[in-house]
């Protein structure tokens, strides 16, 4: 865990690395070695804001952002919800600096470290959450939800960014092929209602890689 309280769980990685079985502890020691060195390396960096939601013809739409949100997926989950929180969440180039490096070294180690950063950037989208969730007390968050799952279409990734000015403030941009660059970032949306929320969307059902998950192909989910 660092200053900031972002803990790397080391369960995770081991399921971004599809280890069913680790009997002798030598993998979970190997991801530890290396998630405590990326710890003291490289910190996510976050910016969010929060926007009204209004129900459109074409979607979700948060008033003063420039986004719509298509699909059912965001229509249920912000349902009831007044306000959501577009969130952007990046190791920055220093990951991809350190990853290429240990690349040109140590490739059994730099599949460890890739997988750690995984984990690290999500950890740091739920530093932010729990940020956002003391900022507003009252308020009840939704599950958080990003572009590419469920029927959000990755497209929407160009508008949040667009909206967070996530190239200024965190160097993050979103690549012709509508991925993130740095890798190791992440856009998402985050409703807050007046009440708690049971929608939920967790599990494969709702996501769009869910015909390759290497997590899947061992017999386990993101939602374990």
């Known amino acids: 865990m660092d200053e900031n309280g972002i803990k790397l769980d080391i369960g995770e990685v081991l399921r971004y690395l599809g280890v069913k079985e680790d ?12 998630a405590e060195g990326l710890l ?27 986004v719509t949100l298509p699909g059912s997926m965001a229509g249920r989950m912000l349902a009831r919800c007044g306000q959501a929180a577009l969130l952007a969440c990046t190791l920055g180039a220093g990951f991809e600096a350190r990853l290429r490096a240990v690349q040109a070294r140590d490739m059994a180690r730099a599949v460890i470290l890739d997988a750690c950063g995984s984990a690290l950037v999500e950890a740091g989208c739920d530093q932010a959450e729990r940020e956002i969730a003391s900022r ?16 959000l279409p990755l497209e929407v990734q160009n508008a949040i960014s667009t909206a967070l000015d996530a190239p200024r403030r965190l160097g993050v941009q979103v690549t012709p092929s509508l991925l993130m660059n740095p890798s190791k970032s992440v856009t998402a949306v985050i409703g807050l209602a007046d009440a708690p929320q049971p929608a939920r969307i967790r599990g ?21």
């Open 23 to 34: 009997p002798e502890g030598a993998i979970a020691r190997a991801v530890q070695d290396e």
């Open 40 to 66: 003291r390396a490289v910190r996510p960096r976050y910016v969010y804001r929060l926007f009204p939601v209004e129900r459109g013809q074409s979607g979700v739409v948060l008033q003063g952002s420039g």
């Open 136 to 151: 507003y007390p009252g308020h009840y968050l939704t599950d958080r939800f990003s572009p590419g799952y469920g029927d």
């Open 204 to 224: 494969c059902a709702y996501c769009s890689l869910a015909g390759s998950c290497t997590i899947r192909e061992g017999g386990k989910s993101c939602a374990d």
